[in-house]
């Protein structure tokens, strides 16, 4: 009987998994290289006021790649989260799926509202003054002409992070609106897009968007995001693009 093991879950050391996260990036890269020279394939980065292209020859820059896009992501999904968490701080009964973000965000999910949105936004212009030599000496950009021009580019990674919520706010909104007048069944998501959605549209309660028993609200709500965090960063580029001018300073 001494010699008996109890049976446990196998858990994974923070070690254990830091090693797989390196080799699947890695391994993502190599599937990059081979793959991406024959197909005349240029991976890009989008970071919402620069679009970074890297040449798919070279391994190190498409390793580079490999691990600036998967940090992107992470930095965005974090972003999201937090902004939720921070929407329903005042609902007094969570659903489920709140408490799981919550749950999943751990001592962060306590932290003052600001500081939730403020820290990625601190840590995506960190990763920008972290990576830029990398970044100019694998040529995808250019060496910028003083540290003024690097803390611009900085602050504006930071701000696209906002920019990302295009993707996010309109599609809760227009599934709230859905939602209101079509019944879907005591389900936790569907609690959390509505107990969300009245949250994001407390702004707005006070103008009259209703129509008898039509509310407009959700609708005008994802117009205005789409309008703030779309059309008006696009029309502003435009119009600088005609002048020869840039928002991404050189």
């Not at 227009?174 to 936790?188: A, D, E, Q, T």
Request: with cysteine; proline share 6%.
């Amino acid at each position: 009987m001494g010699t008996l093991k109890k049976t446990e879950p196998a858990r994974f050391k923070g070690s254990q998994f830091l090693a797989g996260l390196v080799l699947l990036l890695l391994l993502r890269a190599f599937v990059y290289w081979e793959l991406g020279s024959p197909v005349d394939w240029t991976p890009k980065l989008n970071l919402g006021f620069i679009v970074l292209a890297f040449r798919s020859q070279a391994f190190t820059t498409v390793a580079l790649y490999s691990l600036l896009s998967y940090l992107r992501f992470h930095v965005i999904f974090y972003f999201w989260l937090l902004l939720l968490t921070v929407a329903n701080r005042s609902t007094a009964m969570p659903d489920p799926i709140t408490k799981l973000v919550r749950l999943h965000l751990g001592r962060i999910a306590r932290w003052p509202g600001v500081a939730q949105l403020l820290i990625p936004c601190l840590l995506a212009a960190g990763l920008w003054f972290a990576f830029h030599f990398l970044l100019v000496h694998s040529g995808v950009t250019a060496r910028v002409n003083s540290p003024a021009h690097l803390a611009g580019q900085a602050c504006l990674i930071a701000t696209a992070l906002w920019l990302s919520l295009k993707y996010l706010l309109p599609l809760l909104l227009m599934l709230h609106l859905i939602n209101s007048y079509v019944f879907f069944g005591n389900n936790p998501f569907w609690d959390f897009v509505s107990s969300t959605s009245r949250a994001l549209l407390l702004p707005l309660g006070r103008l009259p968007l209703r129509v008898g028993r039509l509310d407009l609200t959700p609708l005008v709500g994802a117009l205005l995001v789409l309008l703030l965090l779309h059309w008006l960063p696009n029309f502003a580029a435009g119009q600088l693009a005609r002048r020869n001018l840039t928002m991404w300073p050189q």
